[in-house]
């Protein structure tokens, strides 16, 4: 297309296509079609779902891939609703998404009012930045709206696009923009106080969470932690970061109180803790003020200022979290630490507090898909007690290996998460772990599953209930209300959809499901019929 004959929404995608998106995921409508054909035509292939909120995920698992920005595309009005769950869920875990919809004109919303509303009112509470796209300032909005997506800490932005703009021919683009920062590390008197820490400590912990999912720090992460000999807890966003079977690892922390039993303890024993890259958006309600900053020296280094209060800190480094420890370490000796081995003691008390020998339930299933999947395997997980457990039992030794919604906690993620990696990792295998609701949300999704050729496995705990607030339920003594529901046949469903299903009831079967499951060309749905109660002192 010659640059005179450009338009707005030309300008857009070719700068989307710059940034490095290569797909686009929705449903249209009719005020999107120009948005469409601008993105297949800047070439960003956009793939048909069956609703926006899974639309938005499947985009989140390929970025989780490829690292450039989801794009999310919807229509006005029920097309950008439906679309509100997943910018949310965007926008609690950190995930850099552009939603892209379609709107009426300023003139004619001043009449016109069928499906009309105020999208921007709608998605600012939930997103970074809201841009209504002009044709004049189409390459600059596209610019800022990348930028601000990916700045730290990443979240979603909004872009409305009114089909005149998106029409309207344009002047050639400006030069691209982008702010990239050079990663800045403390320096004076604070940091000479925060090296006199490090040096002093003789009991040091790490949190480390999900701010070290971005850049490249995770090598100096391990360098440092190794030299220093600082055992480490990770939130659960930030498994992999190191590779779970390090010695120095503790695992992740983040909804168990079983495992809150065994690592706040520690906690509470450490000298020096180091929240590195750690937002405790993910953490349960234990997890505030989990240590005390007048009795035990704190340092957090985030990209962004403390202003949840979740914890405080003796010293707090608003700086790039990798350039921070390597200006710790200039210069400083190794050390022993925790001479009495409690970190050791800590990992072998939830190994034992989490076993893989069941003969069956949930945690047989969790363990039996770790066992028979290879290492290689990237695993998503729903919301529900399920994802509690999985993630203290499922071994990560990668960045992103399992992916989750940890922040907003939404359920009918894991299907299009797993859908969304698998079509960006196609030589990886792919697990999906959900509850039977969590899938029953979402089990229209199988169908772009198929159309796209994703053999992914779906696996399905199946108890015809909602267990973890069914457990909850119990806890408080409260009559069984509103928590049970009748069961489905979930293989049944599989099949319909053009995949293969199985019913699993033990291991033995679960392992032959599993094997059989990752030789196919198309996806596989296994239930795994569990028995009620199964979480009770588990999570």
């Avoid at 999906?432 to 949300?441: K, R």
């Amino acid at each position: 297309m010659p640059e005179a004959s450009l338009r707005a929404a030309d300008i857009l995608a070719r700068r989307l296509y710059e940034a490095g998106c290569r797909h686009a995921f929705g449903m249209p409508g009719g005020e999107v079609l120009t948005l469409v054909d601008a993105l297949e035509k800047a070439g960003i292939r956009f793939t048909l779902t069956r609703h926006e909120n899974a639309a938005g995920f499947i985009a989140e698992g390929v970025h989780h891939r490829d690292g450039a920005p989801a794009i999310l595309v919807a229509t006005l009005g029920p097309g950008a609703l439906n679309a509100v769950n997943v910018v949310a869920n965007a926008h609690q875990d950190r995930v850099p998404v552009v939603l892209l919809t379609g709107c009426v004109d300023a003139d004619e919303a001043l009449s016109y009012t069928h499906q009309v509303l105020d999208h921007q009112a709608v998605f600012r509470p939930v997103t970074k930045a809201s841009f209504r796209l002009t044709a004049g300032g189409a390459d600059l909005i596209a610019d800022r709206a990348v930028s601000e997506a990916l700045a730290p800490r990443p979240g979603p932005v909004h872009i409305d696009v009114p089909i005149g703009v998106a029409d309207a021919r344009v002047a050639t683009a400006r030069p691209r923009r982008r702010v990239a920062a050079s990663p800045a590390a403390p320096q004076g008197a604070d940091l000479a106080r925060a090296k006199g820490w490090l040096a002093g400590a003789t009991r040091p912990l790490a949190i480390v969470g999900l701010d070290m999912l971005s850049g490249d720090s995770g090598c100096v992460l391990r360098a440092f932690l190794e030299h220093f000999a600082i055992p480490f807890i990770t939130t659960y966003k930030a498994k992999g970061v190191i590779a779970e079977d390090h010695p120095l690892c503790l695992g992740g922390a983040g909804l168990s109180p079983l495992a809150d039993g065994h690592l706040l303890p520690l906690v509470q024993q450490a000298d020096l803790i180091l929240c590195i890259g750690y937002d405790p958006i993910e953490m349960r309600p234990g997890w505030r003020e989990a240590w005390d900053p007048a009795r035990q020296k704190v340092i957090d280094i985030a990209p962004v200022q403390n202003d949840h209060y979740m914890h405080q800190a003796g010293l707090s480094f608003v700086a790039d979290p990798g350039a921070t420890l390597e200006a710790l370490a200039q210069g400083a000796a190794a050390r022993a630490t925790w001479p009495e081995g409690e970190p050791r003691a800590t990992r072998a008390a939830l190994d034992q507090a989490f076993p893989q020998g069941d003969d069956w339930g949930p945690a047989a299933v969790i363990a039996e898909a770790r066992a028979v999947l290879p290492a290689e395997t990237l695993a998503t997980a729903d919301s529900g007690a399920h994802r509690i457990l999985l993630s203290q039992m499922w071994t990560c030794r990668e960045p992103r290996a399992l992916v989750q919604s940890s922040g907003l906690c939404t359920m009918g993620c894991a299907v299009p998460l797993a859908i969304g990696l698998k079509f960006a990792a196609p030589d990886r295998p792919v697990v999906s772990f959900s509850g039977d609701a969590g899938f029953l949300m979402v089990a229209g999704e199988l169908a772009t599953a198929a159309e796209l050729g994703t053999p992914v496995i779906f696996v399905v705990f199946v108890d015809a209930s909602l267990a973890l607030i069914e457990k909850k339920q119990r806890e408080r003594q409260l009559p069984n209300a509103g928590v049970d529901f009748a069961g489905s046949d979930f293989a049944a469903i599989g099949r319909a959809f053009g995949g293969a299903g199985d019913t699993v009831r033990n291991r033995a079967e679960l392992r032959a499901a599993l094997g059989a499951a990752l030789s196919r060309d198309s996806f596989t749905v296994i239930a795994a019929e569990i028995g009620r109660g199964g979480y009770d002192g588990r999570i």
